[in-house]
Each structure stands twice: as structure tokens, then as C-alpha cells.
């Protein structure tokens, strides 16, 4: 079973700050998505990192790959406070069958 | 932006009734699935549709879990005879393709509790 961690689970963070969150896994990911969820609705895709090594950025998001394809991380600078909510990692073969990790809750004060 | 709808937005019923939870996914799209999660818990992967075909399902979809595309729009989740794990936020999703490159879209879900 492919199984998919994210660290840290919650982080509090003053606005202007930096931060990263990690996804790991033992197995190898043909694709990675990180996905956006709020309370009350389904997750929304941000990214998707497919080679290994592959950097993607997204405005003050910088998504990176694991050369073996079986980590990523999201890097955010100068959280603000709309930055605040639940962020998701997912694997997967191809698009047909996601493997999700549990989330890190982002909290960023004004 | 096109999004996918979900009805109701929560459903409360008792354990052993059946329910039907719907979906109206984004209308060119061609790949369906339903996604669960359970409180404080992961998003699992239930089922994937393609075709009038469930073309991948999980441990979790067992006999009593069914999914029906009864006409051009909508995309259902049936549930036989609830259980009280069964509680849980339910997700519809859709995308037009199967490759990585095909974004997913998730609906807002249905909260489904089983008393």
C-alpha cells in the first residue's frame, strides 16, 4: 500500500514568515499533486510535479519534486493571512486513483 | 470556473436505510469518482467511473456502495444499508482525462451521518 506523509501536521506562523511543508513516501509517485482544501469544501489543485528534480512555482508557491520521485515539498514566502487553511498532498499512478496524505493545517496570523 | 455540485450538502439518516448521495460533475468531463473522508482522517479513493463502467474501486467500495450515471448529467453514490462508519464527508470529482496532466475537480462534498 502506498502510503503518503506530511510534516508538520499544524504550523502557526506570523504573516511575512516563510515556511515548508513536507510529503514523503517510500514509494515511487509517477505524479504528485498539492491540493488546497477550506473548511467545507473539497480540496483544489494547485500543482502537479510529474519529473524528478522538477521545480514549479506558483506566484509566492514553490512546489518541489524529489529527484526519486518519492518526496515533495511546498515552500511558501511571506505568508499572509489568506494563506491560511489545509494542504494536501496526492500520489498517483495517473489521474484515475489519488493516494492522499493526512495534511499539514496552515494557520497564518496577522 | 466550471465546478461540480454536490446535493444535499448534509444527510443525516439511520443506520441500515439506504442512501443516494448526487453529483452533477462538470459537463465535458468523461472520468467520475467518489472520494470519502472520514473526520480528522485521510481523503480515500472509493471509486473511479469511465465509460458506464467503474473502472477502479477500492477496498472500502464493497457491496453495499453502488454508483449509477442514470442520465447525461448527473453521477450518484448509493449507499444500501448505512453502517455508523459510514459517517463522513463525501466527495464527487471529475476530470476529462485519466493522464497526470488532467486536473481534478472536487465538489464541496456531502456530510453524511449515520445515527
Known amino acids: 500500500t502506498q502510503l503518503l506523509e506530511q510534516s508538520p501536521q499544524f504550523l502557526s506562523i506570523q504573516e511575512g514568515e516563510n515556511l515548508t511543508v513536507y510529503c514523503n513516501s517510500s514509494?515511487?509517485?509517477?505524479?504528485l499533486q498539492w491540493y488546497r482544501q477550506e473548511p467545507g469544501e473539497g480540496p483544489v489543485l494547485l500543482v502537479t510535479v510529474v519529473t524528478g528534480g522538477e521545480v514549479k512555482k506558483l506566484k509566492r508557491l514553490t512546489f518541489q519534486f524529489g529527484d526519486a520521485r518519492k518526496d515533495s515539498s511546498l515552500h511558501i514566502t511571506a505568508a499572509q493571512p489568506g494563506d491560511t487553511g489545509l494542504y494536501l498532498c496526492?500520489?498517483?499512478?495517473?489521474?484515475?486513483?489519488?493516494?492522499f496524505g493526512a495534511g499539514t493545517i496552515l494557520r497564518v496570523k496577522s | 470556473e466550471p465546478e461540480v455540485t454536490q446535493t444535499p450538502s448534509h444527510q443525516v439518516t439511520q443506520m441500515g436505510q439506504e442512501v443516494i448521495l448526487r453529483c452533477v460533475p462538470i459537463s465535458n468531463h468523461l472520468y467520475f469518482y467518489w472520494y470519502r473522508q472520514i473526520l480528522g482522517q485521510k481523503v480515500e479513493f472509493l471509486v473511479s467511473?469511465?465509460?458506464?463502467?467503474?473502472?477502479?474501486k477500492s477496498e472500502i467500495f464493497d457491496d453495499q456502495f453502488s454508483v449509477e450515471r442514470p442520465d447525461g448529467s448527473n453521477f450518484t453514490l448509493k449507499i444500501r444499508s448505512t453502517k455508523l462508519e459510514d459517517s463522513a464527508m463525501y466527495f464527487c470529482a471529475s476530470s476529462d482525462g485519466q493522464g497526470w496532466e488532467e486536473k481534478l475537480f472536487f465538489g464541496s462534498g456531502t456530510q453524511l451521518s449515520v445515527l
Open positions: 514509494s515511487v509517485f509517477s505524479s
Open positions: 496526492a500520489g498517483g499512478e495517473d489521474g484515475n486513483k489519488l493516494v
Open positions: 467511473f469511465y465509460n458506464n463502467e467503474i473502472s477502479e
